[in-house]
């Protein structure tokens, strides 16, 4: 365990499965070594009291669930964690609450995504300080109209250029209604401290061609959804961001197995048993339904923070059918 917190924080020379670190040299910045983000993660939920405080003791007790569940690490303050409705200092907190509770051979990436490039840079230095193996960084949208290639490729670069960890670019058009331009990734794949993409758009093609059109770079690419997680390993994905892995992380820690084992009758099967549920907590019903099937599966998942609504009686039934035709329930 200390050899891999070691190689993580650029004390080793392991890394990457035991190869020696790759150091990019395209650029002129000093990085941290490269890291490898292959592998499943849950983009952790937040749970909150009554009150809609942040319940960190609930959160312990999940992570500690978590740990014991063969993924790569953790994802903080993504989507499924409500970071928009949090503060910065509970964003921080959240972070801090993870890292002393996670086994030490877990990687913790965190969001650090702002709207302005300044307060990206600040909050990424946080997230590094409280104990983020790398930042996830999501496309600044607000002004979506202006964030062509060249406002994304700098923001991104001034962003990975002071940033202490290594950045993973994430791209999640369902949120933002912005699709992180080809040519933007291509470019930023060649930074010495951008290390990959977390791809949430669900275009197969697309993400085949980032991975064929970066080969000759240090960067890898996530599924962002385990709806698609087999169909994004047969174009060279290498790993995924999986909302349903909150609830069902031993599944699809499994299907990443089928994948890099060639099993891939076996990992089809298991894939479109998956998709339903997938879809039911993320577009059909979003962040309520992943908490409320949480709970089903022994996690604390609860409510939202105002002003995410909780799911009627129609709606949980709809869930509940989503997994139970499917043989989770």
């Known amino acids: 365990m200390l050899s891999a917190r070691l190689c993580v924080r650029g004390l080793s020379p392991l890394c990457r499965g035991g ?26 939920a937040t749970p909150f009291t009554a009150k809609e405080d942040v319940d960190y003791k609930k959160l312990e007790e999940n992570v500690q669930k978590y740990g014991k569940i063969p993924f790569k690490g953790l994802v903080v303050q993504g989507s499924n964690g409500e970071y928009p409705y949090l503060t910065e200092e509970e964003q921080v907190e959240v972070v801090k ?20 490039t300044r307060d990206t840079v600040q909050l990424t230095e946080k997230m590094a ?31 990975a250029d002071s940033s202490p960890v290594p950045v993973v670019l994430y791209s999640v058009p369902a949120n933002t209604g912005l699709d992180l331009p080809l040519d933007a990734v291509v470019h930023l794949s060649q930074h010495p401290n951008i290390v990959g993409c977390k791809e949430s758009g669900g275009d ?27 169909a994004a390993y047969c174009v060279g994905a290498v ?23 060639g099993s891939w009758e076996e990992a089809r099967v298991l894939q479109q048993r998956l998709i339903e549920p997938n879809t039911a907590v993320t577009r059909k019903l979003g962040v309520p ?3 409320e099937a949480m709970e089903w599966f022994g996690f604390h998942g609860g409510a939202c923070r105002s002003p995410l609504q909780p799911l009627t009686e129609a ?10 035709s499917n043989g989770w329930l």
Request: charged fraction near 20%; charge should be positive.
């Open 19 to 44: 190869r020696p670190a790759v150091w990019k040299r395209h650029h002129s910045h000093a990085t941290a070594p490269s890291v490898d983000i292959s592998g499943i993660y849950p983009p952790i």
């Open 97 to 116: 609450t993870v890292r002393r509770s996670l086994p030490a051979d877990k990687l913790l990436i965190a969001g650090s995504g702002c709207e302005s």
């Open 129 to 159: 300080a409280a104990g983020a193996d790398a930042v996830l960084v999501i496309t600044p949208c607000f002004y979506k109209g202006k964030m062509d290639s060249r406002a994304l490729i700098q923001h991104f670069t001034k962003v």
């Open 204 to 230: 197969i093609t697309r993400i085949g061609l980032i991975v064929h059109k970066t080969k000759t770079q240090d960067f890898q690419v996530l599924a962002g959804s385990a709806g698609f997680l087999m």
């Open 239 to 261: 790993g995924g961001v999986c909302a349903l892995a909150n609830v069902l992380g031993r599944e699809l820690c499994e299907l990443e197995r089928l994948c890099l084992s």
């Open 289 to 291: 339904a992943l908490k």
């Open 315 to 324: 709606e949980i039934q709809q869930l509940r059918r989503d997994f139970s």
